[in-house]
């Protein structure tokens, strides 16, 4: 099975910074896509950001230009680092794998169990 640990929710004022951290472990043979979706109350959850296994980066259209998605491969994490944050993208933000794992020829989705992120004042 694959894991995936979130870190660095918390509340943050407008126009205030957070990073989140994730980190995927188990016995895995690729990550085909990696990075982070949110999910506001009545809402459906939308892409924040992710990468293909390519380097192919997605951002949703709201957080252009404000949240950087970055990565560290040999340690199968991505980090999500949040600017210019505004009270809109407070939700509850899940990391996001498709993952093969080793002696498997399908892969498969896995989500975090979510961190909180509140930007309110």
């Known amino acids: 099975q694959v894991q995936l640990v979130e870190s660095g929710g918390g509340l943050v004022q407008p126009g205030g910074s957070l990073r989140l951290s994730c980190a995927a472990s188990?016995?895995?043979?690729?990550?085909?896509?990696m990075g982070w979706f949110r999910q506001a109350p009545g809402h459906q959850r939308e892409l924040v950001a992710s990468f293909s296994r390519d380097g192919t980066i997605r951002y949703g259209d709201s957080v252009k230009g404000r949240f950087t998605i970055s990565r560290d491969n040999a340690k199968n994490s991505v980090f999500l680092q949040m600017n210019n944050l505004k009270p809109e993208d407070t939700a509850v933000y899940y990391c996001?794998?498709?993952?093969?794992?080793?002696?498997?020829?399908?892969?498969?989705?896995?989500w975090g169990q979510g961190t909180q992120v509140t930007v309110s004042s």
């Open positions: 188990g016995d895995i043979a690729s990550l085909n896509v």
């Open positions: 996001h794998c498709n993952a093969r794992l080793l002696g498997y020829s399908v892969a498969y989705n896995v």
